[in-house]
């Protein structure tokens, strides 16, 4: 066979570069993704469940003392099975996960924080008849301890804070308050209690005081595995809604929950409110999304580091969007799921608003119980629709010159609610009739949709609202039914500080010494 030179090699795989981009633009273009409380929610993100964005949550911290900051917390890699070794579930080395806040209700990121991860084998070996043969697990003995000798592959991540556009902004990097280092260790997940004997302890070892470049006072960060905390009775809502009618407008609990008994990963930040907000304007409007490199070359011989698989390269592609829970399941059509997870809040208007103003699921829930009287609403464009997902609601969260565009928005300046006073019905208490009353019982216009706490039942909340709950009966006949999955979430299931979402389930329930430690 002829030897080619360097320089053909070189051309050719430019122009496999440039063929593999093509192709996965055509992919892209045609098959785009979507979000909200998203697992597995649209066609494409289901290949690649590193960056699916599960959940996003924005609140002004409800931790003693700390009412001054907001918490964002962006969740990614779905339905994470307790035993999920041995390679568990680390982020993606290749990928730019981020967080955009719009703080000019313009529709434009204002700020952005970007995680970037590192995945890096250590290679533990052992002496095998003379031989140093490398171990299959992730660890070789018990962790205690940040970054220990027992860990086998060490996983760190570098944030940085871009202000204006999320690419051609100013760019710094987010850094350590003790020490000002810019990498950071992420907690290896929760492999089992002989193994992490108290993974409570040591994953707050990897939580960080941090300077933020541009805010007078450190935040907090935390990445890492948690407790799943969004629950949904998804198994039987996808199956048509397999609920009889007197459970789904009845308990709120007793629903089985697909997300019960799984895990979710973490990214979590808690900010001082001073340096998200601009000016005279308390609104902040947040979503988080996830991006790969437009080009991939997989090696038909990997070798023996962990990035030896593939190589990446081009301009970043969005591949995963998600603001206000449940927007691409409940609201976007299957058709166009894709599309929504690549697109930005500032062509909402233009790309989604049909689904807003005249959404199918009402009609698909009348269709499904118009045996027990159950009626979708009849005004029509849904403006009570618009302005929970688009715009936000006048008087509570909606920001001055607001460009309609889907996305979770907070008024800052509204007064935080006690975790054990939280209703988890959220604002949506506040509406009485179609009206605003602040002083109706169970108001608590510190949940969503103003933001979302962990507590904050959005399911429940999110049914009522497509239903009618706020608007007028005349517009809404069967509007004010307790519509509910059955599947209960509320804010004692959660830890009142920072990062809130609970320590993960471990992938091995045993004790140390094998007997079960919950017999």
């Known amino acids: 066979m002829q030897r080619k030179s360097a320089s053909y090699i070189r051309t050719t795989l430019a122009a496999i570069t440039v063929a593999t981009a093509a192709l996965a633009s055509l992919v892209i273009a045609t098959t785009t993704p979507a979000e909200a409380s998203s697992h597995r929610e649209a066609p494409f993100i289901t290949r690649m469940p590193k960056v699916d964005g599960t959940d996003f949550y924005m609140f002004r911290s409800y931790e003693t003392g700390r009412s001054d900051f907001v918490t964002l917390i962006a969740n990614y890699n779905p339905l994470q099975d307790a035993p999920g070794g041995p390679n568990f579930f680390m982020m993606d080395p290749d990928a730019l996960y981020e967080i955009h806040l719009d ?76 020490g000002g280092a810019s990498e950071f260790d992420k907690p290896v997940d929760n492999i089992g209690n002989k193994s992490l004997p108290d993974y409570a302890a040591y994953a707050a070892q990897h939580q960080y005081n941090v300077n933020i470049p541009g805010c007078a006072t450190p935040g907090k960060m935390f990445v890492g595995q948690r407790k799943e905390g969004f629950q949904v009775n998804i198994g039987e809502i996808i199956d048509l809604i397999n609920i009889p009618t007197a459970r789904i407008v009845g308990s709120r609990s007793g629903g089985r929950s697909a997300t019960a008994n799984k895990n979710i990963t973490t990214l979590a930040l808690e900010v001082p409110i001073s340096c998200l907000t601009q000016g005279t304007e308390t609104v902040i409007g947040g979503w988080t999304t996830a991006s790969l490199r437009q080009g991939r070359l997989l090696n038909s011989v990997p070798g023996s580091d962990n990035h030896s698989s593939s190589k990446e390269g081009g301009p970043w592609v ?92 907070l008024n800052t300046a509204l007064p935080v609610t006690a975790a054990a006073a939280q209703n988890s019905l959220g604002a949506a208490q506040c509406f009485v009739n179609g009206v605003l009353t602040l002083s109706n019982a169970g108001c608590d216009p510190a949940g969503f949709p103003n933001g979302r706490r962990p507590g904050d039942d959005v399911v429940d909340i999110e049914l009522r609202v497509a239903q009618g709950f706020l608007l007028p009966l005349a517009d809404a006949p069967s509007g004010q039914l307790p519509y509910t999955d059955g599947a209960l979430v509320e804010s004692s299931q959660f830890d009142m500080a920072f990062p809130y979402l609970k320590t993960p389930l471990p992938g091995s329930p045993n004790g140390s010494n094998g007997v079960p430690a919950n017999p």
């Open 103 to 178: 703080n000019t209700g313009d529709a434009k990121e204002d700020i952005t924080f970007q995680f970037r991860f590192k995945n890096n084998l250590k290679d533990t070996q052992l002496q095998i008849g003379g031989k140093s043969v490398s171990i299959p697990l992730i660890n070789s003995g018990p962790i205690s301890a940040v970054n220990p000798g027992t860990l086998n592959v060490r996983e760190t991540y570098s944030v940085n804070i871009v202000r204006g556009n999320r690419r051609s902004g100013a760019r710094s990097a987010v850094t350590n308050s003790a």
């Open 318 to 409: 969005q591949v995963s969007r998600l603001g206000s829970p449940l927007v691409n399941e409940l609201i976007i059509g299957l058709k166009d799921k894709d599309k929504f997870n690549a697109s930005k809040p500032l062509n909402d208007g233009t790309n989604f608003a049909d689904y807003v103003t005249n959404p199918t699921l009402p009609a698909l829930i009348e269709l499904l119980y118009a045996a027990d009287g159950v009626k979708a609403p009849t005004k029509f464009p849904r403006t009570d629709l618009v302005a929970a997902f688009l715009t936000g609601v006048s008087g509570v969260n909606q920001p001055s010159g607001v460009v309609a565009s889907e996305m979770l928005r």
